[in-house]
């Protein structure tokens, strides 16, 4: 923190001085402002998809398959350029991955959202409330990640069978409990601090000192946590979108892309598998390479 | 409502027990005094002697596995112990009002003062949120605190130390409090500015009329700033009374040795005069006096519980009272 900061504090809006800092502190690493470059650049991409992709891979109609797995820059019959090629169905490969980042990023946020929001109540409830409760929840926990994430999601879609909800709530059902965890332990350290027994002593109300006092300080490591759960879930999707299990064909996901080319990787059509495969790869590094320097900058013990 | 009469504050044989997997520890065991409206009470005694667990037990801040298990707390004539937590809720930080020991803990990090003052006020009373600010703005300049408009909207990193202590102190004083209770607020402090915030409490309890409960290891900032001193040795008030009479010549053995401890009332040059031996652990006190082992007027008498030995507005908790009448 720069001598004068405190000077400059008084002077604007106490909202944007704090952004400013962490904004100075967050730029210190370029790599991480690499990746925040690309992440955004990536989400852009993703939410204007319909209007910047070449074609619009769910309509069938547009598709023909004589153009079925041309080689990168070819031309269509009707003068398009496939830059990225088309994979088995004639789908221009790079409007596919536009929407399949769409769908990867729409699945791994939305899933991230509910499981911290859902996983981070119960881990400060269960810190909060202790006892019986807590021994229950954190023991089922335990439970819950013992089993192999993949294989939880797996028997959960094999129930509820696909759709984009359903995937979500598989992702859900194997995420909330590292929220819940780190909730917890966050909550229960927090909890002891002496601000909120002075919050207690100004007759604050429970639910107030819970969510305005505790929940605050909990959340850089909750906001670590959710960064990285959030890449991996985009990764469990694309895994199991790549065994077929998870997405429905007509709305390809990254992992489903990659699991169309596969078939043809050895005959040397590289470009149906590797072209997703790569923008599934930049997707998850940028969320991990972001999500690491928020938990440096963030974390309160260290600059400030 | 309270008759003229009833005290502000009056604790009678309060009694704290904390289950350990040792077993259940007294931390305060039969503690009584009243304080009385405006009247400033120095509550003294060593770490764990259970001072502060006094304090948080009039507040109903026991948390489990601790709990009042004996005793009477009235405020203004009510009953507070057995009360539920919605009833103590509503008295604490408008009625009665509580500073902690270490400011640097005390302010939420991740909140402006502003918000934490505001919601405070918010807490206890309907006004807006314009009223409740300039009330912030009012108790922050109380406090001696520069440009409070400013300062106000800054974060508890933002301040030093003493000026945190201060932002506490001015919380504590949104509601004007009838008794604040103050656990140890200037232990963490600088000995300058220590004198600057016990000066400036001293003043302002002058000015709102509230009764204070100073909570304190240190005999020398009692004697500069309470009227009446109670000294607790292992979870009892083993003597109380006036601030000059007991400083001046005390009755308890325990009260005498923590004078003797001042290295400002020793010889230059002579070894520190010091109480032998330790603290014993809570859950192991010896029957009888807990002073006895350490004791040097101890006989064999001290075995047996200690009488209590009052005077005109004293006490005190012993067989064997250095000049009690």
Excluded at chain 1, 10 to 33: C, I, K, T, V
Excluded at chain 1, 253 to 262: C, H
Excluded at chain 2, 151 to 168: D, E, I, T
Excluded at chain 2, 220 to 240: F, K, T
Aim: net charge positive; with cysteine.
């Amino acid at each position: 923190m720069p001598p004068n900061s405190a000077a400059t504090a008084a002077q604007a809006p106490a909202a944007e001085s704090r952004f400013a800092r962490f904004a100075a502190e967050y730029a210190r690493s370029r790599l991480a402002l690499a990746a925040l470059v690309a992440l955004v650049l990536i989400v852009l991409l993703a939410l204007l998809a319909p209007w910047i992709a070449p074609q619009n891979p769910y309509d069938l109609a547009t598709l023909d398959l004589l153009d079925a797995r041309l080689p990168p820059g070819s031309h269509a019959a009707n003068g398009m350029t496939y830059w990225l090629g088309t994979d088995g169905q004639g789908r221009d490969m790079l409007s596919a991955i536009l929407y399949g980042l769409r769908v990867s990023l729409y699945v791994g946020l939305a899933s991230g959202a509910i499981a911290l929001t859902v996983g981070s109540l119960i881990g400060v409830l269960a810190a909060f409330t202790g006892g019986r409760f807590e021994q229950f929840v954190m023991r089922v926990v335990d439970v819950q990640l013992g089993f192999p994430a993949i294989l939880v999601a797996l028997i959960l879609l094999a129930v509820l069978g696909k759709g984009v909800d359903k995937i979500i709530i598989a992702l859900v059902t194997v995420q909330w409990a590292y929220y819940a965890r780190t909730a917890r332990s966050a909550a229960l350290v927090e909890r002891n601090k002496e601000y909120i027994e002075a919050a207690r002593g100004l007759g604050l109300s429970r639910a107030r000192i819970v969510l305005r006092h505790l929940l605050p300080n909990a959340l850089p490591p909750l906001i670590v946590v959710g960064t990285v759960q959030v890449a991996h879930a985009i990764a469990l999707e694309a895994t199991l979108s790549f065994l077929g299990l998870g997405l429905p064909t007509t709305e390809p996901s990254l992992g489903l892309l990659i699991a169309n080319g596969y078939e043809y990787l050895m005959s040397g059509k590289y470009w149906i598998s590797v072209y997703p495969g790569v923008a599934l790869l930049a997707t998850i590094l940028s969320i991990n390479l972001v999500g690491d320097q928020l938990r440096d900058v963030l974390n309160p013990r260290l600059a400030r | 409502m309270s008759t003229p009469a009833a005290p502000l504050l009056e604790v009678r044989d309060l009694a704290t027990e904390f289950a350990t997997r040792e077993g259940t520890v007294r931390a305060v065991d039969g503690v009584s005094f009243t304080l009385e409206r405006g009247q400033i009470l120095g509550l003294v005694g060593e770490s764990g002697s259970g001072k502060s667990v006094t304090g948080f037990s009039i507040l109903g801040l026991i948390d489990p596995p601790g709990r009042v298990v004996a005793g009477s707390v009235r405020f203004d004539g009510q009953e507070l112990v057995g009360r539920t937590e919605r009833e103590l809720r509503s008295l604490r930080g408008r009625r009665i009002a509580m500073i902690f020991q270490d400011p640097m803990m005390t302010l939420n990090p991740v909140l402006s003062v502003e918000t934490q003052m505001i919601e405070t006020v918010l807490a206890h009373e309907r006004v807006t949120r314009a009223a409740a600010r300039a009330r912030a703005v009012a108790a922050l300049a109380q406090v001696g605190i520069a440009s409070p408009e400013e300062r106000l909207r800054q974060y508890p990193h933002q301040f030093s130390g003493g000026m945190r202590q201060r932002v506490a102190i001015a919380i504590a004083l949104l509601h004007r409090p009838e008794l604040i209770i103050a656990d140890e607020p200037t232990t963490a402090l600088d000995v300058t500015v220590q004198g600057q915030i016990l000066a400036q409490m001293q003043a302002l309890v002058r000015e709102t009329g509230s009764a204070l409960m100073w909570i304190t290891h240190d005999l020398a900032v009692v004697a500069g700033l309470a009227q009446r001193v109670a000294v607790m040795y292992a979870g009892r008030i083993v003597e109380q009374g006036p601030v000059g009479a007991v400083l001046d010549a005390p009755w308890h053995p325990y009260t005498r040795g923590l004078l003797d401890s001042v290295p400002a009332n020793n010889v230059r040059g002579v070894p520190l005069r010091q109480i032998a031996g330790m603290t014993p652990a809570p859950g192991q006190l010896p029957a009888g006096c807990a002073f006895r082992p350490r004791c040097p007027r101890a006989d064999a008498r001290c075995i047996e519980e200690p009488p209590l030995v009052a005077g005109p507005a004293r006490s005190a908790l012993c067989h064997h009272p250095l000049e009690a009448a």
